[in-house]
């Protein structure tokens, strides 16, 4: 049964400035601008049945009335109905979904984007300094080397290249899988005792790697194999830069522990996929700070330092991404994971897991200020069913304590 679009509403039933403002990226509008966007905005009604059609893409698109099931690639079926807190956010466009099925009629509407919405930039980019003129020269020497890929990118270790190579087969075997990885003892060791913990509520214990990738699925042994084998690319030798990388590296895996106990409470997330995006979220600063240990002028001053990484991290760590081939997965990662305020769509994604897992592992650093309340960010209520609480966000960290600690030990160890 095949959804179809019916049409506009009457213009008889207008729309109300609060109906506009309630609508997560309307909600800051200055009254002139709310006004323009609600007389430009329509509705639009489907049948009930699969929406074959594309949806509008003239507007971002909002379910009003009804329900939609909405089939994810991480194979997870998801079910938004237009009184639950996601409706507030656009429903995500046709490419980022297997399918829309509209439970019931429905109605959308069509809201053109904000007036005058800015480009997507981090909330924590650094004030500019005043650079010397040697810095200035040094610093346009670094983004040339950059440019130039004069300054080496991190790599993948080579085993976790032929491992991910070998996922990707079809024609291999769980058993051809298990073989590649058994070549490293450690990391065989905890790929089987990360699926043997309390944090993957394991019941039947597992022996073998074939058993772990039959339990798992390949997808999940990748991501998990990549966390375990990424330590290395977190080293650097400048004694200036090395405590800079090290803080990098616990923080990193901290949000990745934090990001796999989010993604493991919220329908329609793959909690390994999301461990692995909280440790890969800010690879642009390993790579920042691996090009910086040529220029040691711009090292002197922090406040320098953390001026260029965070001007140029974005930037080189999508090109970190697209060499490791990981930038269809990851890349609103590595984008959106410090804007506070991303707006995103109406399921929950790893920007999302990683934006609240980087908050929660930020709380009570002395060093962060201006960090903004649990529940004033978007990412909030799309995870952990809707239904979170700044107390429930808590609680289910705190009771996860014990899995974030052991998470941490086993993408730490070895």
Not at 181 to 207: C, E, H, M, W, Y
Not at 210 to 221: C, I, N, P, Y
Request: contains cysteine; charged residues 20%; aromatic residues 6%.
């Amino acid at each position: 049964m095949l959804g179809k679009w019916v049409g506009r509403s009457r213009t008889s039933d207008p729309l109300s400035a609060d109906t506009i403002a309630a609508l997560q990226p309307y909600a800051e509008l200055a009254p002139g601008d709310l006004d323009m966007v609600r007389r430009l905005a329509r509705k639009v009604e489907v049948d009930a049945g699969l929406l074959h059609d594309p949806l509008p893409s003239d507007g971002a698109v909002f379910l009003q009335r009804g329900a939609l099931q909405i089939a994810t690639h991480s194979g997870h079926v998801l079910l938004l109905r237009a009184d639950q807190p996601q409706a507030r956010f656009p429903v995500p466009p046709r490419e980022k979904l297997v399918s829309l099925y509209a439970a019931e009629p429905s109605e959308f509407l069509v809201v053109p984007r904000p007036p005058g919405a800015p480009a997507s930039t981090s909330d924590e980019q650094s004030p500019p300094p005043n650079l010397t003129a040697q810095e200035d020269a040094n610093l346009a020497e670094l983004r040339s080397h950059f440019r130039e890929q004069r300054c080496e990118l991190p790599s993948l270790p080579d085993l976790a290249i032929k491992i991910g190579k070998a996922i990707d087969e079809p024609n291999n075997a769980n058993e051809d899988i298990a073989r590649l990885i058994q070549l490293d003892p450690s990391l065989t060791a905890r790929l089987i005792s990360v699926v043997n913990s309390a944090a993957f509520g394991s019941v039947n214990k597992i022996t073998s790697i074939s058993q772990a990738t039959a339990r798992l699925g390949r997808a999940k042994v990748r991501s998990l194999v990549y966390s375990f084998l990424l330590k290395g690319i977190f080293k650097i030798n400048s004694p200036v830069l090395k405590g800079r990388m090290e803080a990098l590296w616990q923080h990193s895996v901290y949000v990745a522990a934090l990001a796999y106990v989010l993604g493991r409470e919220t329908p329609g997330i793959d909690a390994e996929q999301a461990l692995l995006a909280g440790l890969i979220h800010d690879i642009g600063t390993v790579a920042v700070i691996g090009g910086l240990n040529r220029f040691p002028l711009l090292t002197q001053r922090a406040e320098v330092l953390d001026y260029i990484i965070g001007q140029l991290r974005i930037e080189i760590g999508l090109r970190t991404l697209n060499q490791w081939r990981l930038a269809r997965e990851f890349e609103d990662v590595v984008r959106d994971a410090g804007q506070w305020q991303r707006i995103g769509f109406a399921i929950p994604e790893n920007p999302d897991v990683v934006i609240l897992a980087r908050l929660h592992a930020l709380i009570g650093n002395s060093n962060q200020v201006g960090l903004p309340r649990i529940d004033a960010v978007p990412a909030f209520c799309k995870l952990a069913h809707g239904e979170l609480s700044p107390r429930q966000s808590l609680s289910i960290l705190e009771e996860a304590d014990t899995d974030v600690r052991e998470l941490r030990s086993l993408i730490t160890s070895g």
